[in-house]
Each structure stands twice: as structure tokens, then as C-alpha cells.
């Protein structure tokens, strides 16, 4: 049977950052009726559930873009939020490494982009150091980050969950709800889902991996296509965890909005490493052979998947290689922790990125936001969104706020 239910607002998506958004606007707007509606059984499914669980401080992001302001502000209120709600994370720190003189000028930038976005503690030091905070770790240099920790984001996701359905009884956080599509009306909005239709005056699109369809059943055409990659990851074998202490980065390439292959501790004091990062096949798909033919379609057809394949073939190669032979991924870790052998390291699960691309091939970096009509979608929000999530929430209640009149 289908149930017509009216809301003021419906968030479509169940990951940290539609929760997020709707905690944020459920904490203004007291009056408001407010739907999340998640398609899996289970909140923070897809990327907030399959995460490095680190929490970023800011570093990385190129001053005066919205990932720096929203990583630097998210990230203190992310602590506030872990600590008086009891969620498991831990300000460890951590150390980002050049191994050769070749990246100094990329850790120098990271640097200065640290400062430009306010990172507090960071120091530039030299192999003793490096050694002292992480005994098992070689490099020429790095970069001490004292403010970046790890953090249980399926756990965060939950509890805003939580506090939207406590802010007001008349507040829903469904899981099941696959979203189908709109009927538009004049002042209203029909979403329609797998277990009925909503009807409310504005949607907010934050539905990570699918989020370029969900706009594109908005009737708009979208700048940019979501193009999956998978990122692998690996775990130590309990023998060798204590190597890493916390965590231990490389220095990125600057031309990829990744971070590389890290050590991370994670809060249940395994230590992961990963993840790499190569073209998918399906969007939610995190085996190997996973293949779906309507995603792999969708982003074949797309000319930014081809220009992008061009332009970058030789480092996706690479990483290809490192997804199927662990010699090649074990010299990349050894890099970092020369004392690892190939028995440390052991198969983990793996995460999906909804990574934007433009019709040019350039991998969009910043978040991408846009407002049309009585909506809002959420294009792209790729890492730090989960660190920087109460304050993207905050960005787009105002938003709405402002937009919606609300
Ligand atoms: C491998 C990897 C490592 C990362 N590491 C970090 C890190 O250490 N720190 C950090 O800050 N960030 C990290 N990130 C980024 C971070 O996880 C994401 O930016 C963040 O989780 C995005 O949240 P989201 O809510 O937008 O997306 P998601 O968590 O993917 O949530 C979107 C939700 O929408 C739902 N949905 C989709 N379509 C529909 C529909 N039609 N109807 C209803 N529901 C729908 C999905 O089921 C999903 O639950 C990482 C990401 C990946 C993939």
C-alpha cells in the first residue's frame, strides 16, 4: 500500500553527511518536519561505513577553499560532538612522510597550506624525530600533525540520527527508503520511494555515490558524473600492529585528490593500510570483480572518464598493478615501514569514493553544492566530508535557511 506522508524537508541519504545536515537544520528550525531516507538496512552503508575512520585536520586543502574552512571548523566541533557523546576516537596524531628528496617540494607546500588554514602544532622534522614518535617508520622529513586522530564514523552517524528523531517526535530517520524518483508540483515535491511517497516542499540531495542520479531525476543536468574508485585496503597481522603506532602517511601526489597508501590505527586498535585507488566498476561493488554493466556504462560513456584515462593512464596502471600483486604494494608500504614483510600484510575490506569528474576529465576537487529550485545536492563531497560533516551541515542549513526561506 502506498502511504502519502508530508514533510517539510526530505534528506535523501543516510551517510554522514546527510544526517549531518539534517541534525543541523532539526537544531535551528525546531519546526520543521524532517525525513532521512536511506535505501540500505543500515545507516552509513557505503563511504561513511567504509572509511579510513581518520579525522583530518585541514592540511591538505588548498587555502580559502570550502574543503579547508569546512575540514578546519568541522573538525573541532567533530571532537566536541565525539566527546560529549562518548564516541570512541583518539587526537594520536600523526606523521606525514617524504621518503625521498623528490617530495620535499610537495611536503614544503602542505606545509604551507597547513599554516595558510590554521592547523594548529604543525612541525617540520627531521629522521630522529620521526623516529622517536614512530620507532618503526624511515623517512628524510615529515610533517607532525598533533590535531589529526581517528574516530568511530558509523558510530557519529548514528547518534545524529539519534538526536534528529529526539529534536522532534514528528522526525524520521527511515532506512529501506530507496528513493525513485520526483513528481514536481508548484509548491511541493512527491519523492517517490520504495515504501511510499513523501511529499514535502524541499529535498536535500546527499546521496554520495548515486548523488549525479538523484539529481538528474531532479530534471537537471548535472556539471559533473560521479566515477567510482575503489580504494583497497589491507590490514597487519596482530603480530606486526605494533609497528605502527598511529598513523604514517606518504606525501600525495599533487596531482590527485587522494592521499596515498597510509598506516591508520583504527579505534578497535587494528591498524589498516590503504587505500589505493582505482577505477571501479560499480558503484557500491567492494570485491575486485564486482561489475555493474549500467555504472561502467554510465562512466564509460561519459568523455571526462576518457580524458581522464589519458591524461593519467601511467598512474592508473600503477595502481591497478598494486590492486593484484603484493610484492608491488608491500615495496610501497615498505617505503614507509622498511621492517614489514610480505606476511604482515593481509587482505582488508574496501571503500568506494564518489569521486566528481568534469566533461574535461579534471577530477573536481573541492565540494560541490548547488541550489536549484527547492533543492539542494550535494554534487560532490568526497574525503574530508566526514571530518568536516557538522560543518558542511552547518554550511547547508544556512543555505537552506536563506534559500528556502525557511
Ligand atoms: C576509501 C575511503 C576513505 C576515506 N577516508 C576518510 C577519512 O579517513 N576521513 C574523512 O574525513 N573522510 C574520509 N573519506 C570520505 C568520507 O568517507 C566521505 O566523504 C563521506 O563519508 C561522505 O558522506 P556522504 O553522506 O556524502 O556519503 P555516503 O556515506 O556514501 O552516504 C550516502 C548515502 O546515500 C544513500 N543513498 C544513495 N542513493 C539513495 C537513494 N536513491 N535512496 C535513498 N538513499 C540513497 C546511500 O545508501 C548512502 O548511505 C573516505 C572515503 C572513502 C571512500
Known sequence: MQVKTDFDMVVIGGGIVGLACAYKIASVHANLRIAVLEKEGRLAAHQTGHNSGVIHSGLHYEPGSAKAATCTAGREELVEFARSHDIRHDI????????????????ERIHRNGLANGVEGLERIGPERIKEIE??????????????GIIDFVAVANKLAELIQEASRRNKVLVYHLVLGFDKHDFYTNVRTTKGTFSTRHVINCA??????IA????????????PFRGDYSVLSSGAASKVRNLIYPVPDPRFPFLGVHFTRMVDGSVECGPNAVFAFKREGYRKAEVSFRDTWESLSYPGTWLL??????????????AFRKRLLVGQLQRLVPSLAAEDIQPGNAGVRAQALGPKGNLVDDFKIEVRGNAIHVLNAPSPAATASLAIGNHISQLATERFGL
Open 92 to 107: 594520536c596524531g600523526k606523521i606525514i612522510v617524504a621518503t625521498d628528496p623528490s617530495e620535499l617540494p610537495a611536503l
Open 216 to 227: 538528474r531525476m531532479d530534471g537537471i543536468d548535472p556539471p559533473v558524473r560521479i566515477v
Open 309 to 322: 584515462f589519458a591524461r593519467h593512464w601511467r598512474y592508473g596502471l600503477g595502481e591497478y598493478a598494486r
Open 135 to 148: 620507532p618503526c617508520a624511515a623517512g628524510i622529513a615529515a610533517l607532525h600533525v598533533p590535531s589529526a
Open 208 to 213: 554520495g555515490l548515486q548523488s549525479d542520479r
